[in-house]
């Protein structure tokens, strides 16, 4: 199976939440959150010890902001969104081709090998395909997609099927 496709701000946002959700950080965040917490709380029994405390609460609230963050990622959606921009991938355009030991993409300046054992996480929404392979995120809209093709990349990458 052979398409054609680019990647739109809200592709790389939906794509960027969707990894974010399915690559365990919400455990991370847990663990963000409660340090944080810990250093709230040793801030305020040594609050009479000067200027340390006040440092201890700063960072506290910083690891509870980060933690709430990695617990919800479509906070940041803006954040990706700018962060797309300086990724220059705006009017790039890619070529793929999915068959069943994996897919190759081929953009204007690099071309990518990807079988399927080397995927993880991947996952879908309502908008993209996502596809996680040696620390590169590939974004599959579902609009350049049709539907028998969107089936055929779901079995595939080994997705359930909707």
């Not at 980060?66 to 009017?91: D, E, T």
Request: a positive charge; charged letters at 25%; hydrophobic letters at 45%.
């Amino acid at each position: 199976m052979e398409f054609d496709y680019e990647i739109s701000a809200d592709d790389y946002a939906a794509a960027a939440i969707l990894y974010h959700k399915l690559s365990r950080k919400l455990r991370v965040g847990r663990g963000w959150i409660f340090a944080g917490a810990v250093l709230l709380v040793v801030t305020l029994l040594e609050r009479d010890r000067g200027l340390s405390p006040i440092l201890l609460g700063a960072i506290g609230v910083w690891w509870i902001w980060a933690g709430i963050g990695s617990l919800f990622p479509g906070m940041f959606q803006r954040s990706y969104r700018k962060y797309y921009r300086q990724l220059y991938l705006a009017g790039e355009k890619y070529h793929a081709c999915v068959d069943q030991d994996g897919f190759q993409v081929v953009g204007r300046n690099r071309t990518w090998n990807n079988p399927w054992t080397e995927v993880s996480p991947k996952g879908e929404d309502d908008h993209v395909f996502m596809l996680h392979s040696r620390g590169t995120l590939f974004i599959f809209a579902k609009r350049y997609l049709a539907e028998e093709q969107q089936r055929t990349l779901r079995d595939l990458a080994g997705l359930p099927s909707v």
